[in-house]
DNA sequence: TCAAAAGTGGACGACGGTTTCAACTTCAAA
DNA sequence: TTTGAAGTTGAAACCGTCGTCCACTTTTGA
């Protein structure tokens, strides 16, 4: 009997086999032991990715993992043959996290209070990492785990809504949709002025919470409005840059129509 | 004298010279007369850019705006050196569009209906056009025009405001940069939604002029809020889908490991 | 210690977009 | 009608990124 004891785990129970990064099926099974090298790699690409992602968010590219892991792009993508295997693992642990503060703002004794609380605490969760504001908002990769999550999360965002709305506090006309809609629409802002003020999104969300209240209870607007410079960074990282950068060419383009003709006469 | 009368014009006054698409500096001036066939093209491919970039955004590429204008590549790159250029050309007019719903909205008796009525019809004007929206929201290009437009709303919108503020109905604490952000920050969702629901913005603006005016005068929010699979379809669109599709390679990653080890034994 | 399976890395081809350019066509002044 | 500059064209070079492939290295059980 020569076979390893890994291998053969993997041809008995094939349902448990780690799944090229698609495991979106059954994430709760063990991957299959790999061998030590290539679980410290496997390792060193999740820290690396997990930090550039977090920084550039979900775009970067798997040559630059690579290098900040100190390994090839060969390694990565037999690794995560895909990027939904490689978000999945990234980000499938913040779902618990989110259930987390649901369950804590459901636990909140006024309902609004505890409406509120979630959308707050939600944004903080997302306010660390870009690669993860992306995911929730929504990314085009990753529509299965998103898919999976929302199965867990809505329900109980759809009953803190219902609560809310019971007590009186939250406008009856606002639905469940409606907050994760917000939710996006703030999500959408953080986005694009973190790096600007970070606690910007605060004033806006609380904006928003007053207009869906019945009663005018105005809460205070933390901060205060931005001024001109600041929006003006804030609107320019709004959509994001074009991906290949356009060399600006030369920048003095009039004077150069007719060099030729003169050339030539 | 063999000198065509344009050029000459041009050696004369080189600060009328069209300037490469670069119009930025001196927008309101001449360009000069192009050939006949050429200003032609000119036209061609501005209407072509128009229709394309109104329905697919800013970045839609030249060849594609070159095969739709019935142009070679190398026409529009000669006429629109670079993006900017272009920009300008098909959105400076716009600026007076916007400044003129200004106009109108402090026109208005009651200066925070003024106020509301400007953002709602700077919605409407952006609905039509994906372009113009991610052009307004700030978009990396362009910047110059963009700044220069700046210059001209802004005083408008600090007036509505600040008469907005002396009525009393808008809150003290809401500044005329909340507006600008606001206006962002709806014109997102906007972008986002106007596939699935083109007036569901309406929705989401009412509800944050209700949050920042003093009284709890609440207006009926329009429209419902969205449902699931709507909310799924809006999220998924929000960042935009990766440049580069990627081809999602064979649908069955798991059984693929050891094909080959199996093979050569 | 050894063989063979697992794992590695980076050169490489494909791709989609941008930009150039030399050969060609069109225009309009004379 | 002629002439020469202006204008056009599209193929080809270029560029950055993605994903694959396979010769090479490492690990592991015996």
Redesign the pocket.
């Known amino acids: ?7 053969n785990l ?1 041809e008995s129970f094939p349902l448990l086999w780690y799944d090229g990064g698609m495991s979106e099926m059954h994430p709760s099974r063990d991957r ?11 390792q060193r690409i999740l820290a690396a990715a997990r930090r550039l992602i977090a920084e550039q968010g979900l ?6 993992i ?1 290098r900040e ?11 995560f ?3 939904d295997g490689l978000y999945y693992e990234l980000f499938h642990d913040r779902v618990d996290t989110v259930v987390g503060i649901l369950e804590d703002a459901l636990a909140v004794e006024d309902p609004w209070e505890g409406l509120c609380q979630f959308m707050r605490r939600d944004f903080e969760l997302q306010s660390s990492d870009r690669g993860l504001r992306e995911f929730m908002l929504g990314h085009a990769s990753s529509t299965e785990l998103r898919q999976r999550s929302g199965e867990r999360i809505q329900p109980l965002v759809a009953e803190l809504v219902a609560r809310a709305r019971a007590t009186g506090r939250l406008r009856p006309d606002v639905g469940q949709g409606d907050i994760e809609i917000i939710l996006g629409m703030v999500g959408g802002l953080m986005d694009a002025s973190i790096h600007v003020d970070p606690d910007l999104w605060r004033r806006y969300l609380a904006m928003v919470l007053d207009g869906i209240q019945s009663g005018s209870r105005h809460d205070e607007i933390p901060g205060k409005p931005p001024d001109q410079p600041e929006i003006e960074q804030i609107l320019a990282g709004w959509v994001p840059p ?9 920048t003095e383009p009039s004077a150069r ?2 060099t ?3 050339a ?2």
């Open positions: 009997m020569k076979t390893e004891f890994y291998f993997l299959p032991l790999l061998r030590r090298d290539a679980e410290r790699n496997r775009e970067v590219g798997y040559e630059e690579a892991a100190d390994v090839g792009v060969g390694t990565v993508y037999r690794r043959p895909n990027r074009r991906r290949g950068k356009s060399r600006p060419r030369d129509v007719d030729r003709s003169k030539e006469s």
